[in-house]
């Protein structure tokens, strides 16, 4: 299918729509969650956090499922929610973390961008969503088609639902999905657009040839597992409720998720992170679980410009490479971790080769201290098809790093939807194999949904926050054909309309990723503390 080009200009003048409008963005609070109106990119002013206290289920029959098994649950409990600018905060980093901000009607018609596209708004999708008026951004949300649903038990099942396979339910659209493109054959993520298109990065002002930076270094060997390994972000606002989960569960890792990379190189932390709590570093070690830091850019998404600039201008040289590398190592050694997860998500797609040089000597450094590099990456199907994926070639990165986390969410935008379809974790599975080795790869899934509104405002939704919800609303819960549990509801005449994420739908993605791949090497919970705690039962079935 012919790709459309890619415009910058378009996408910068895109880029400052959104921050325009998020500085209008109106906030409503219902039922302990704030939602924000909805823009044309994926922007939102953040809700005051509630608290995650367990909410026993509701019982409803779910036809895929057999009887309740819900022994040896991590409850999470006496979670105080998070100051008003601090949860504002953190409302901004769930809704902007691994969204594409580009115009949709850049993205190519095969839906390349974010492994799909921003269509309409939908970001990191192949969604076609007509009901979004992209020039408001109000929505009018659908309820899910009685046949595609099914009635919801939430919880954790005993034995594997007996639902139709993954490979059956892919070729089942959502309503205005576009095709879902085939993946490349391998090697092909190296290969440019043929087609004219302005994704073709421009030779980076850096020599990548350098002696000093192996161009092509050998892959880095991970250390062999019993199974897939379980880890998660651990972000500085969910503290109190992943010590509980890390003192009760067995995770391989923790990723840190508290650290800046400042314009000079340095590491800061994220406004409002302080230092990690000593009773984190204490419970992870005395467990065995690898501690990385996860260093991000992504307060640049206030100035994404600006950032980009920044970035750029860390490693748009050997020398600037290879220093920006040895103070992330200073780092590294200076606090004891177990290596480095680098999330640059505000990067430019002509920076690609200045990025995977980068990584390149940051690995060889780090390996020679016994360290190791995590790079996590927007999810694609292709090159990419906006600056984000453009940036990050697999194959370079995979060969370099010991990890390639694939941020496998946030579907579903603008408007309602699930937040992980299979098919669309299908496609990214297949094309994951053609460019990185099976044991590299790590899928990052989400543990949390999005709550509607049909005046135009969105909020993330937790597994907790969805149960009130439900409980408070006496709304019926359906499970649409991802296996992702969505409800109704109306209040004041507002219709709302959320997704979240359960143990049941967790597992129909491990299913799909596993039927596509057995041989990964992990998935990677984002974010910890936000999950439906029936989920630790199943992971331990499944992955182990």
Not at 369 to 397: H, M
Request: with cysteine; net charge negative; aromatic share 8%.
């Amino acid at each position: 299918m012919e790709k459309t080009k890619f415009s910058r200009l378009e996408a910068f003048w895109q880029k400052k729509a959104m921050l325009i409008n998020a500085t209008a963005a109106l906030v409503l609070v219902s039922g302990g969650v704030l939602l924000t109106s909805g823009c044309s990119q994926e922007t939102a002013a953040p809700k005051a956090k509630a608290p995650t206290a367990h909410v026993q289920h509701e019982t409803i029959q779910d036809d895929s499922a057999s009887s309740n098994d819900v022994a040896d649950v991590t409850e999470v409990t006496d979670i105080k929610p998070l100051p008003k600018k601090e949860s504002q905060y953190v409302e901004n980093i769930l809704t902007h973390h691994n969204v594409p901000q580009v115009n949709p009607n850049e993205i190519n018609n095969s839906g390349a961008s974010h492994s799909g596209g921003a269509a309409n708004g939908n970001a990191a999708s192949h969604h076609t969503d007509n009901s979004t008026s992209p020039a408001t951004g109000n929505i009018a949300p659908t309820t899910p088609k009685t046949g595609d649903s099914q009635h919801v038990n939430q919880s954790a099942p005993t034995t594997k639902p007996a639902s139709p396979a993954p490979g059956k339910e892919q070729n089942q659209q959502q309503p205005g999905d576009k095709p879902v493109e085939k993946p490349q054959q391998p090697g092909t993520d190296n290969q440019q657009p043929s087609n004219g298109s302005t994704q073709t990065p421009p030779a980076n002002d850096g020599d990548t040839s350098n002696p000093s930076e192996p161009s092509n270094p050998a892959p880095s060997k991970p250390e062999q597992t019993d199974g897939i390994e379980t880890t998660a972000w651990f972000p500085f606002w969910s503290t109190n409720s992943g010590n509980q989960i890390l003192s009760s569960q067995s995770l391989d890792s923790i990723n840190l998720f508290m650290y800046e990379l400042q314009a000079n190189g340095d590491v800061g932390y994220m406004q409002y992170a302080k230092a990690p709590d000593p009773n984190t570093l204490a419970l992870a070690r005395k467990k065995g679980t690898k501690i990385y830091a996860t260093v991000a850019n992504t307060d640049g998404w206030s100035d994404v410009n600006k950032a980009e600039d920044e970035l750029h201008n860390l490693i748009n040289t050997p020398e600037k490479r290879s220093q920006l590398a040895d103070k992330l190592l200073a780092f590294t050694l200076k606090n004891n971790y177990d290596g480095i997860d680098l999330d640059l998500e505000v990067i430019r797609g002509s920076d690609r080769d200045n990025f995977s040089a980068f990584v390149e000597v940051l690995a060889q450094k780090m390996h020679q201290k016994n360290k190791k590099v995590l790079v996590s990456v927007y999810p694609k199907t292709s090159y990419g098809g906006w600056d984000g994926p453009i940036s990050q070639d697999w194959q370079r990165l995979g060969k370099a790093a010991d990890e390639l986390v694939i941020m496998t969410y946030n579907y579903s935008m603008n408007s309602p939807g699930p937040g992980a379809p299979l098919d669309w974790i299908s496609d990214i599975v297949k094309y994951a194999n053609t460019q990185v080795a099976s044991e590299k790869i790590y899928f990052g899934l989400p543990s949390y949904g999005y709550l509607w509104t049909s005046d135009g405002k969105r909020s993330s939704l937790s597994y907790s926050q969805a149960q009130n919800l439900i409980k408070t609303n006496h709304a019926n819960v359906v499970r649409d054909k991802n296996g992702e549990p969505t409800f109704t509801y109306t209040s004041n005449g507002v219709k709302y309309t959320g997704y979240y994420q359960d143990a049941i739908s967790w597992q129909r993605k491990i299913e799909t990723i596993k039927q596509g791949n057995p041989h990964i090497g992990g998935i990677t919970e984002w974010y910890i503390g936000a999950e439906d705690p029936a989920t630790w039962n199943m992971l331990k079935t499944e992955l182990k």
